[in-house]
């Protein structure tokens, strides 16, 4: 089954502590994206990927990092949290051309 | 820079009726695609509909069609007969960016169907 797959899903953390949020995926896209969601705002990119170690910006990048070490995987990190990085976040991926969007379940991050 | 204009923060519809969800897009590129997406309570994004920019037809799945007007710029999402299951946050996305693979989103429909 094609899928995309976060984890964790749920978190609670402190101002400044370090957390990494998984993304993985199993349709061998080259193209994987970060989004966060906020409330009136819909989605906005944070950074992403058009293959294994290269990584751009996206519309929203300050305060995050990725790395694409290997095609499936796409992680997020937050070196130092802030509560204005409590939000909704999805993972995604694309073949070529973009026409089939696929996302992640979402990550749920509060951060206090 | 590509924009997608959602105009209706929140929309009732009685069950078994139709609804029609606006959307409208800006971009200057002559290749894009436009998406709806359903986001339930649970919070995961649920493709439901896809419309290329050379696409002859209005795209159709189901009970969603998508009514795609490309001089006005609309893409409005019609669903038919209604279902409580319905009830959803429901957003409009353009397919564009520097590789064609960025997803640019409105900031969504609240859909509430009244049984």
């Known amino acids: 089954e094609a899928q995309v797959t976060q984890n964790p899903r749920y978190l609670i953390t402190v101002t400044g502590k370090k957390l990494t949020v998984t993304c993985s995926q199993n349709?061998?896209?080259?193209?994987m994206s970060w989004y966060r969601q906020d409330p009136g705002l819909g989605l906005r990119q944070i950074y992403y990927?058009?293959?294994?170690?290269?990584?751009d910006k996206g519309d929203v990048p300050e305060g995050y990092k990725v790395s694409r070490k290997e095609k499936r995987n796409f992680p997020l990190i937050l070196e130092s949290p802030s509560p204005n990085q409590t939000s909704l976040y999805f993972c995604?991926?694309?073949?070529?051309?973009?026409?089939?969007?696929?996302f992640g379940p979402g990550t749920r991050l509060t951060v206090t | 820079a590509q924009k997608i204009t959602q105009t209706q923060p929140g929309m009732f519809v009685q069950e078994k009726e139709a609804v029609t969800l606006d959307c409208t897009y800006d971009?200057?590129?002559?290749?894009?695609?436009l998406f709806w997406y359903k986001q339930p309570s649970s919070g995961e994004m649920i493709f439901l509909i896809y419309?290329?920019?050379?696409?002859?037809q209005n795209a159709t799945e189901g009970r969603y069609s998508l009514n795609f007007q490309k001089a006005r710029k609309s893409a409005n999402l019609v669903i038919s007969a209604s279902q409580l299951g319905d009830s959803a946050m429901y957003f409009c996305?353009?397919?564009?960016?520097?590789?064609?693979?960025?997803?640019?989103f409105g900031a969504g429909t609240i859909l509430r169907v009244k049984s």
């Open positions: 995604a991926s694309s073949g070529r051309g973009g026409n089939e969007q696929y």
């Open positions: 349709m061998n896209h080259e193209y």
């Open positions: 990927s058009m293959n294994v170690e290269v990584t």
């Open positions: 971009t200057s590129d002559p290749s894009y695609g």
């Open positions: 419309q290329g920019s050379y696409d002859q």
């Open positions: 996305a353009m397919r564009g960016g520097r590789y064609g693979n960025k997803l640019v």
